[in-house]
């Protein structure tokens, strides 16, 4: 009995901890959201957290003082007398806040606090960021003429483009070498399979220039099949060895089975393989995708940062600006290149805890 409330105690502390790393976790995406529908103004005024109602000072009298009274001297208000500088800062009187609102015209704001909420909410973050901005260009003779940005719809099927192959690829050549590296037995298996084992810990950075100057030998820089070989490539040590990992811990006997049946190994790897391990193809399915779709430096080097080609992470990264006048738009513009990743992985989310904990248990 003692050993069960031990445990129960335990199990109840570790799901507080995770509630609060959650909680931690999900605080800067609510953020995210909110600000994404606010306008450019309140954006760089106030926290996204004045959207919720909050006690703040408003207004509800306005003091003006006579022009001429001296603004360096002791300033009488209501029977009392304050700096200018009190004035500037904002100074309570009783339950009221007196507080400058206008210096030049010797307007003074008389203020009580109460409840208020920012509800003004707008859409056009997300038009701006989707269709383009729209600008207005004054030319040499007075002339204005108006002009569109590109926005992100391009760059989404871009990436999708790039994303849903350098995803299949490498995950569909691992499933081939990792039943290979199980269940076959061939001189050097050993030798390979740790070869690649140890290019996990290669930085990718350090093939760059290498491969680059094969792709531009071949004439494949700059183009779609270059950077699915490129993101295929590099993927390839981790979804190998993850299917690795699954395929191995599979039952013998169905392969002795097949085998008596007169299978081949390609139909025992399409009939059986392959359905048996959808939920470890789906959780590197997953970790592959979130790659591809949020990468910046391999699409850069082997694709390019023209529009026509660009990505989601480079136009982003463009919508700043040169001098972040554009900075507001970056959080739509993020909070749209999230969707694909949230919708693949709750897509598949049933799978991902079986894939993940496929081949840790023996027997």
Sequence with gaps: MAGRKKKKGKKWLV????????????????????????????????????????????????????????????????????????????????????????RRSREISVQKPGWVASTTLTLDNYKNVISGKEYTLKGPDGSETKEKGTGLSQAFWNTLTIAIPATVIPILIASFAAYAFAWLRFPGRKTIFAVIIAMLVVPLQVALIPVLKDFTALGLNGSYLGIWLAHSAFGLPLVTYFMYNFISQLPKDLFESAFIDGASHFTIFSRLILPLSVPALASIGIFQFLWVWNDYLVSLIFIGNQPAVQVMSMKIADLVGSRGNDWHLLTSAAFISMLMPLAIFFLLQKYFVRGLMGGSVKG
């Design 15 to 102: 799901n507080l901890v995770l509630g609060i790393i959650c909680f931690i976790w999900l605080i800067p995406t609510v953020g995210l959201l909110i600000s994404s529908f606010r306008p450019a103004a309140d954006i760089l005024q106030t926290g996204w957290w004045k959207v919720f109602p909050h006690q703040e000072w408003k207004t509800t009298d306005t003091i003006k003082l006579s022009k001429d009274v001296d603004l360096r001297q002791p300033i009488e208000v209501n029977g009392k007398t304050y700096s200018d500088d009190q004035l500037k800062a904002g100074v309570k009187s009783g339950d009221e806040r007196l507080i400058w609102e206008n």
